[in-house]
């Protein structure tokens, strides 16, 4: 859990404006991040022509009047929950009030919230079916090509592709256990030293875990498979007879145990949630803290048991964005609490910027068709936000959307009714794509939280 103090009331450098929780994200004279104001403020601004619209999607707008150093607010913070396939981010405003008996009482508000959605899966996945068609290609004698070393040297710093465009800790040593580790508990591990067939017999018994069956060999089966994202921790092993280990395969075991649910569950019960997740955090958590610091506010580190303990005293739902509001030293002991918790939560998902193939493979991994290494088609690239007028015909109107473009100029627009084709003589540009999608979500807040909005 981090927090980033602005010092000044600013957003860090580098953080781009947009609208969410009924926000309208502000840019000053020279574009640098200011606060978020109020969606009639910023109507006020435009109408008198102190502001001009910097972007459309988040609406961000840009005052011509007022510089950053004259745009000073104390006691605005931007507090992060990083995640590892969703990150929370808020910005809020912090001051001391008089309490109820006159004592101050620090209140702290959300100003706006947004949810960052991260592609790692996608990624993971793309480069998983890249190294199995290598790997066929390999095996089956279709195509050469020598596997590169494993113990290639890497620059400092390196991250898996999967994580690196998400730049938090977990102790998963103790995770994969269920309790807490100590002494040379904790260097060695809980089962230092243990044959893990003998520890699954003596655990499970001599017992196929699938059938039942017992005196016959019984093998060791990975209940999720390897080739599906399963790993081998203990609790992902399990005992089986040969004929239940070849007929399961690669199968599910939700799949391969449909007809039997009282055996699925049972199973299913020893099963724990993969370290995946926290394995990832733990690689990105320095590189996340080492670029907030690098943006100057000062940074702040906080652990997520005090994040916890934050959001239940205040009767909150668990989101991630909520859980951004709840970040950091709430000095609940003297009265401290959340005044205002966003209604509108602005989310952001990446979606990266194309495919660097050249090819497009076909199911056993061989090129089927190549992909144009020209990207701009009539001053468009796939991505862009444009508005196209059709002055007749079945999409006779005015739409506004995602354009993907076509070498013919013939472009597709996804609109909220459906892709409609236009010609790029009737679009105009809006917006470049920059990589990411936006839309909003409502915030799921208890009446008992306090007022949201």
């Not at 040379?184 to 699938?210: I, P, Q």
């Not at 209604?343 to 660097?356: N, S």
Request: charged share 25%; hydrophobic share 35%.
């Amino acid at each position: 859990m981090v927090t980033a103090e602005t010092g000044s009331g600013d957003a860090p450098s580098g953080y781009s404006g947009g609208v969410g929780a009924g926000r309208v994200f502000v840019l000053a004279r020279d574009r640098q991040p200011l606060m978020p104001c109020h969606p009639a403020r910023a109507r006020e601004l435009l109408g008198k022509g102190r502001a001009v619209v910097h972007r459309q999607v988040p609406f961000t707008i840009r005052l011509k009047d007022r510089t950053r150093v004259e745009s000073e607010v104390d006691g605005v913070q931007l507090r992060i929950d990083p995640g590892s396939k969703t990150t929370g981010i808020a910005l809020t405003d912090e001051k001391r009030e008089s309490g109820h008996r006159g004592e101050p009482v620090l209140v702290r508000r959300g100003l706006m919230t947004a949810e960052l959605r991260h592609r790692g899966g996608q990624i993971s996945h793309c480069m998983k079916q890249r190294a199995g068609y290598r790997h066929r290609r390999r095996s089956a004698n279709l195509r050469h090509r020598a596997p590169r070393s494993d113990n290639r040297a890497r620059p400092k710093g390196w991250l898996a592709p999967s994580v690196r465009h998400r730049v938090v800790a977990f102790d998963s040593h103790s995770m994969s256990v269920g309790r807490q580790l100590r002494g040379a508990e904790y260097r060695d591990g809980a089962l230092a030293g243990t044959d893990v067939r003998a520890h699954l017999l003596s655990v499970r018994g001599k017992v196929c875990g699938y059938c039942g069956v017992t005196g016959v060999p019984l093998n060791i089966d990975h209940i999720h498979p390897v080739s599906r994202g399963g790993s081998s921790r203990l609790s992902n092993l399990v005992l089986a007879c040969a004929p239940c280990n070849q007929a399961k395969g690669s199968t599910p075991v939700t799949r391969f145990l449909a007809d039997r649910p009282g055996r699925l569950a049972e199973i299913l019960a020893r099963t724990r949630t993969p370290l995946r997740d926290a394995a990832a955090m733990n690689s990105t958590r320095v590189q996340l803290i080492e670029a907030l610091g690098a943006l100057g506010p000062p940074v702040h580190a906080w652990p997520g048991g005090r994040t916890h303990r934050n959001r239940m005293a205040t009767a909150l739902e668990k989101t991630h964005t909520i859980d951004a509001l709840a970040v950091g030293d709430l000095d609940r002991e003297n009265g401290g609490k959340i005044v205002r918790v966003p209604a509108r939560v602005l989310v952001v998902k990446a979606t990266g910027r194309g495919c660097y193939a050249r090819t497009t493979p076909d199911r056993f991994g061989f090129p089927r068709l190549r992909r144009a290494r020209i990207k701009q088609h009539f001053a468009y690239v796939t991505g862009d936000l444009v508005r196209a007028t059709v002055p007749a015909g079945k999409w006779a109107g005015t739409w506004r959307g995602r354009v993907s473009v076509r070498a013919r100029g013939q472009h597709s627009i996804a609109t909220p009714t459906g892709r409609i084709n236009v010609s790029h003589r009737n679009l105009r540009l809006l917006q470049r794509g920059d990589g990411y999608a936006y839309d909003t979500r409502r915030e799921p807040v208890s009446p008992a939280a306090g007022k949201s909005g």
